[in-house]
Each structure stands twice: as structure tokens, then as C-alpha cells.
């Protein structure tokens, strides 16, 4: 397997992946989803809470707030050897505490102290909730670590998609150079130039083939779309929780982890 970066941001990245068959690359793209782990509020201990919303409201929103996640900290509570009660090794304190003193407050995100000073709120401008003057809201909550098969809130990827790359063949013997393929393409990819169709980001393509329907070239046609079954773009947005890096590579440990672990279970049979 080859991987390509074509662009890369904090929480963006956009790759080729080569020498691997649809079935791994949608078995890659469910782990990034459902099994790589990241830190999400599990627990919360309301001390006090007179403001407009429930606390299962505001347990809820707490829940939904993606955290920064610092995977060689802290462990799965299945793993720990706590056993899920809650120690330093799996679980990460928040504590809250505010009050509409002179008017109108607006609790965010930011408003969470954290015991460990590395995990914060990707997003410190999350709104929790809204108190008027006189209202308070006092609360412990506990973050843990979490895998998306659970729940959405420990998915640390906000998108990953991916589609085969790209083929588009011209055969300019026999093209008429009537330029309909040029007003046909919804991408704009194709155009006009130097007396003779060109393409100038095949990757955008998404396969529509209007170009290829307008083209009035017989037997066949001039310009055909197709791909390559063995390669892939693969575009990953993620929470913030953890760097779209990271969680490529996290994927791919894991996946290669499951492969191990049925390969080892199929020598017993």
C-alpha cells in the first residue's frame, strides 16, 4: 500500500491510496469512523442547576462537546486497570462553575476547567447554555475515551470519504473538437486550448459521464471516463479531537491489528 498527501491542514487531509481493492478501502474508512478513539464527556455530576435547561439537556450538549484527545495519555477504560471506575490513566476531570451576576450569561465551552491542561474543547465558542441574573450552574464532568461503535460523540472524524481515481482518455484522431464536452462538464475540468481538448484536474472528476454523453463520435467515443480500481482519494475531515494524521494512522494500525488477530484465529481452525 502507497499513500500519496495531496493536501494536508490540522484537521483536513486529502490522499491517494494505491495497491488496495475496495474492500480494504471501505473496511479503512469504517475504522476511521467507528474504532479509532477520542476523548468525550461520559459522566456529569450536576451540584446546581437553575438556569433554563434540564440537566439531562445539559448532560446531553456536554456529551457532544469534541475535546482534544491526547491518545498517549490516557487509555480505554475497558483496558485500564481500573476497570472503568475512573482513574488518571482513563478519565480527564471538567469542572464548571458559573453565575449571571449582573445580567444575561452565556456559558461556553471555554467555561470547562479542565484537571489536565492539554484537554480543552476543540471549539472554546460551544454554547452550553443561557443563564439570566441570578441564575448559576455548578457541575463535575468526566471525560473519557471512546470509539464511535459506542457512540457518535466518540467519532473523530466529521467526514472521510473516498472514490476511485480518475481515468479520462481522449483520443484526439478522432475527436471533431465541437467543444460540447467542454459545456457539458458540471466541474469544469475540461476546456479548450491550444486547438485541442484538455483536462486540467482529473481528479475532480465525479464520474457523471455527461462528457461522454454529448460526444457524438461513432463506434466509440472520443473522450471516455473510467478509473482505477486499485487506487483511491481519500478525504478526511476531522472533529478536531484528534489530527487528521493521526487518525489515518491510528486506522491503519488497528485494521492491520484485526487482519492479524483473524489471520492468527484461522490458523487454529
Known amino acids: 500500500m502507497k499513500i500519496t498527501i495531496l493536501e494536508q491542514r490540522d484537521n483536513y487531509v486529502k490522499m491517494i491510496v494505491e495497491g488496495i481493492d475496495p474492500s480494504i478501502a471501505n473496511s479503512l474508512r469504517r475504522v476511521m ?24 439537556i445539559i448532560g446531553h450538549r456536554l456529551g457532544l462537546i469534541p475535546l482534544k484527545t491526547d491518545l498517549d495519555t490516557y487509555i480505554l477504560p475497558s483496558l485500564c486497570g481500573c ?42 465558542k460551544v454554547p452550553i447554555v443561557e443563564l439570566v441574573k441570578g441564575q448559576k450552574i455548578v457541575l463535575e464532568a468526566y471525560g473519557k475515551l471512546g470509539i464511535g461503535e459506542e457512540h457518535s460523540k466518540w467519532q473523530p472524524v466529521a467526514t472521510v470519504a473516498y472514490k476511485y481515481l480518475p481515468l479520462i482518455k481522449i483520443d484526439y484522431e ?3 473538437k465541437c467543444e460540447k464536452c467542454v459545456e457539458a462538464c458540471p466541474r469544469n475540468i475540461i ?10 484536474d482529473a481528479m475532480t472528476c465525479n464520474f457523471c ?27 478526511i475531515e476531522s472533529s478536531g479531537a484528534l489530527a487528521a494524521e493521526k487518525v489515518v494512522t491510528e486506522a491503519i494500525k488497528i485494521l492491520k491489528d484485526k487482519i492479524k488477530n483473524f489471520l492468527e484465529m484461522l490458523e487454529t481452525l
Open 174 to 176: 478522432t475527436c471533431e
Open 209 to 235: 459521464k455527461a462528457c461522454e454523453d454529448v460526444c457524438e463520435t461513432e463506434p466509440e467515443k472520443a473522450i471516455q471516463v473510467n478509473w482505477d480500481s486499485t487506487k483511491f482519494i481519500f478525504t
Open 33 to 56: 469512523i467507528a474504532e479509532v478513539p477520542c476523548l468525550a464527556i461520559e459522566d456529569v455530576w450536576i451540584v446546581e442547576n437553575d438556569g433554563p435547561l434540564y440537566d439531562e
Open 191 to 200: 476546456s479548450f486550448k491550444n486547438d485541442r481538448i484538455q483536462i486540467s
Open 83 to 124: 476497570k472503568g471506575e475512573g482513574c488518571p490513566q482513563c478519565q480527564v476531570t471538567f469542572t464548571l462553575n458559573k453565575e449571571a451576576v449582573d445580567g444575561p450569561l452565556i456559558v461556553y465551552a471555554e467555561d470547562l476547567e479542565p484537571e489536565d491542561p492539554v484537554i480543552t474543547p476543540v471549539n472554546p
